[in-house]
Nanobody, 128 residues
Framework: EVQLQASGGGLVQAGGSLRLSCAASGFTFDHYAIGWFRQAPGKEREGVSRINNSNGRTYYADSVKGRFTISSDNAKNTVYLHMISLKPEDTAVYYC?????????????????????WGQGTLVTVSS
């Protein structure tokens, strides 16, 4: 059974930090890229960051560059999103999702529809 378990969300003050985790199971981890998406109430889903476990390449949305860092522990099948200098506008439900490395070879920013597996989401709330 494929599972993506996102965790680590919570309530933090502006300027604070959090580390999200995405634990994967049921598929070959290093054949996939893991992306983090977020969705705030009333807003569209936004791709935040992504790491390709087959080659280590990373992607960050402009809104989080310099503040968020994505990393992967292939031995633990877990991807982390370390977030610092959090802002109220970072408040959202954060989801992790997996897209195959084969798709990543033909597109640098895959549409969410290409992602095969999705986690359940973890809520991040940043107070001002």
């Amino acid at each position: 059974e494929v599972q993506l378990q996102a965790s680590g969300g919570g309530l933090v003050q502006a300027g604070g930090s959090l580390r999200l985790s995405c634990a994967a199971s049921g598929f070959t981890f290093d054949h996939y890229a893991i992306g983090w998406f977020r969705q705030a109430p009333g807003k569209e889903r936004e791709g935040v960051s992504r790491i390709n476990n087959s080659n280590g390449r990373t992607y960050y949305a402009d809104s989080v560059k310099g503040r968020f860092t994505i990393s992967s522990d292939n031995a633990k099948n877990t991807v982390y999103l370390h977030m610092i200098s959090l802002k109220p506008e970072d408040t959202a439900v954060y989801y992790c999702a997996a897209v195959s490395a084969a798709v990543m070879r033909v597109t640098t920013i895959p549409h969410p529809a290409y992602y095969d597996y999705w986690g359940q989401g973890t809520l991040v709330t940043v107070s001002s």
